[in-house]
């Protein structure tokens, strides 16, 4: 564990990483960026937790079988969406047009709409909490491995 | 050596894919190994991304974006995938080196050949 | 014995990359493709996005991305397989 002064500073700055990470996830479909790359940047969050505090004081947090039911879920609704436009063919973009996520944007260049995209936003935080989840329990997974407990049951 | 300067990009790739295939071919250590292999796929990723450049392109996206062509976007979707799938490899690779350690007490690959026990 | 081969090996390699790289079209040029064209000029209206590269990841390919969400749901699940082992052969023994 390090001293106060990082233990603090990490504490603060851990809601600041995530909420960025959470805006670049749920902008996927009009700037840079999208399910992979915000759920890199929560990562790297928990990689600083994980620096800052001991490996043992995680494991109280962070459970195992939370984790792997939040990796379960994303996984599911990605395959259910795919599966939802059968009618056509398969991945088909079954909310272009509807009132959920529907609206066209006007040819050429424009500042951006938020609520355009069909079911790509959909897949975009389905594919984050997969991500998060994911990366999250093989870090810690291999961080007390290395110390020589193991994650509990 | 005109020729040679304007494709720069593309040499500076070839030069990560050979200084990688050197500490594969000549290292012993595996964590040095590990490192190489990361460096081949960066060496990769980077010819890909830089096959669909247009000269005075912009990026494919058409939020606020100014005049002119745009540059192409199938190879950066597929260097996407490409990226994650390093990651996974990687993180597969640390763990049994971690294993390798714990059951024969030295990380060189030579000595770890012989499997027994 | 083995530094001569290995030394061999390498030089053929680098040759290889170096004499391909300065065979293929110039940097900036790329031979004319009309899919990428296609996808350009007809991304915004099928698929109501404002991003090309976010269209093309998640819907016009997007079994590739299923395949990696595939890939890395195995890699996890081989991880945390791996890491368990330890103990219950100590338990056993």
Redesign the interface.
């Known amino acids: 564990m390090l001293s106060k002064i990082v233990r603090t500073v990490a504490n603060q700055l851990i809601l600041f990483i995530l909420v960025f990470g959470l805006y670049v996830i749920a902008h996927g479909h009009?700037?840079?960026g999208g399910g992979?790359q915000g759920g890199a940047v929560v990562v790297s969050g928990v990689v600083m937790l994980l620096v800052a505090f001991n490996s043992q004081e995680l494991k109280k947090s962070l459970r195992e079988r939370l984790l792997t039911i939040m990796e379960s879920t994303g996984a599911l609704i990605f395959a259910a969406l795919g599966f939802a436009g059968l009618g056509t063919v398969f991945f088909y973009n079954f909310l272009v047009g509807s009132p959920i996520f529907g609206r066209i944007?006007e040819p050429?260049?424009?500042?951006?709409d938020f609520w355009t995209g069909g079911f790509i936003p959909l897949m975009n935080f389905a594919v984050g909490i997969k991500v998060i989840a994911g990366?999250s329990a093989?870090i810690l997974a291999?961080a007390l491995?290395?110390n020589g407990e193991e994650m509990e049951e | 050596m005109e020729?040679?300067a304007?494709?720069?990009?593309?040499?500076a790739?070839?030069l990560l894919?050979?200084i990688s295939?050197?500490i594969v071919?000549?290292r012993k250590n595996l964590i040095k190994l590990i490192m190489g292999i990361g460096m081949l796929s960066s060496g990769v990723n980077l010819f890909i991304v830089?096959?669909?450049?247009?000269?005075g392109g912009n990026?494919?996206?058409?939020?606020?974006?100014?005049e002119g062509p745009?540059v192409?976007?199938?190879p950066?979707?597929?260097t996407?995938?490409s990226?994650?799938?390093n990651?996974?490899?990687l993180?597969?690779m640390?763990?049994?080196v971690?294993?390798i350690y714990?059951h024969t007490g030295d990380i060189d690959s030579e000595k770890s050949r012989k499997l027994k026990g | 014995m083995r530094?001569v081969v290995?030394l061999i090996?390498?030089l053929v390699?680098?040759a290889f990359?170096?004499s391909?790289?300065?065979l293929?079209h110039?940097?900036?040029?790329?031979s004319p493709?009309d899919?990428?064209d296609y996808?350009?000029e007809n991304a915004?209206e099928e698929t109501g996005s404002?991003?090309?590269?976010a269209s093309?990841?998640f819907d016009y390919?997007g079994l590739?991305?299923l395949g990696?969400a595939t890939?890395?749901f195995?890699?996890?699940t081989?991880?945390l397989l791996?890491?368990r082992t330890?103990k219950r052969k100590e338990e056993s023994s």
């Open positions: 009009l700037t840079p992979f944007p050429g260049p424009n500042p951006g990366l093989v291999i491995f290395a | 020729h040679v304007h494709n720069f990009p593309f040499l790739s070839a894919m050979g295939f050197y071919i000549f830089a096959l669909g450049y247009r000269t990026a494919p996206i058409y939020t606020d974006v100014p745009m192409l976007s199938v950066q979707a597929l996407l995938t990226i994650v799938i990651v996974a490899v993180a597969l640390l763990t049994m971690v294993h714990r | 530094q290995g090996l390498l390699l680098v990359l170096v391909g790289m300065l293929i110039p940097f900036g040029d790329p493709s899919m990428d996808i350009i915004q404002n991003s090309v590269v093309v990841v390919r590739d991305t990696e890939i890395l195995t890699a996890v081989g991880v791996l890491v330890l």
